[in-house]
T-cell receptor, first 112, second 119 residues
Framework: KQEVTQIPAALSVPEGENLVLNCSFT??????LQWFRQDPGKGLTSLLL?????REQTSGRLNASLDKSSGRSTLYIAASQPGDSATYLC???????????FGPGTRLSVLP | GAVVSQHPSRVICKSGTSVKIECRSL??????MFWYRQFPKKSLMLMAT?????????EQGVEKDKFLINHASLTLSTLTVTSAHPEDSSFYIC???????????????FGPGTRLTVT
């Protein structure tokens, strides 16, 4: 059964710092991995989707990497801003490929 | 882009009553819809998966008689919490899986969530 973990659980940084969020999954037989953002009391916003054949994806200040063999993904946020404050979730398809298995999330707070 | 809506966004109900939450895919047909529950500061937990016209598949530990799911059309699924109790208070998020026009792949799109408070 696929399990996803994320480190750290919470992170507080001053504005402008570059930071890395980590995601690990137990079953490396995935065909993609997705990073989401969730603001308090809101739904999910998809940030980046990495297919299994890809090593990384970039969108603006965000860069996500995927290492299937080691069961890890990282989300790199460059030059963090207070507006980046949110919970970041990584997710991989379950063993049936129909639905997501979510990590517990990293709560990020960027201080002005 | 693909949009999934939920209604209502917030609902407060009294213990013992039932409440219905709607999930709609606004600009694409959803082959499958999913219902999740999220407790404060916790991740999303899948409750059930529904395909249009067939019975929902519930995850282990989710009471199907309490959480009634109807997937009436390719754009609408409803979750009814029956005889609600305070412990049912939570954030409920739906998602819809489909291939909007112009997209190459089937993806899962999430609704904005519904905050249920049972008093």
């Amino acid at each position: 059964k696929q399990e996803v973990t994320q480190i750290p659980a919470a992170l507080s940084v001053p504005e402008g710092e570059n930071l890395v969020l980590n995601c690990s999954f137990t079953d490396s037989a995935i065909y993609n991995l997705q990073w989401f953002r969730q603001d308090p009391g809101k739904g999910l916003t998809s940030l980046l989707l990495i297919q299994s054949s890809q090593r990384e994806q970039t969108s603006g200040r965000l860069n996500a990497s995927l290492d299937k063999s080691s069961g890890r993904s990282t989300l790199y946020i460059a030059a963090s801003q207070p507006g980046d404050s949110a919970t970041y979730l990584c997710a991989v398809p379950d063993n049936y490929g129909q639905n997501f298995v979510f990590g517990p999330g990293t709560r990020l707070s960027v201080l002005p | 882009g693909a949009v999934v809506s939920q209604h209502p966004s917030r609902v407060i109900c009294k213990s013992g009553t039932s409440v219905k939450i709607e999930c709609r895919s606004l600009d694409f047909q959803a082959t499958t819809m999913f219902w999740y529950r999220q407790f404060p500061k916790k991740s999303l937990m899948l409750m059930a998966t529904s395909n249009e016209g067939s019975k929902a598949t519930y995850e282990q530990g989710v009471e199907k008689d309490k959480f009634l799911i109807n997937h009436a059309s390719l754009t609408l699924s409803t979750l009814t919490v029956t005889s609600a109790h305070p412990e049912d208070s939570s954030f409920y998020i739906c998602s819809a899986r489909g291939k909007p026009s112009g997209r190459a792949l089937y993806e899962q799109y999430f609704g904005p969530g519904t905050r249920l408070t049972v008093t």
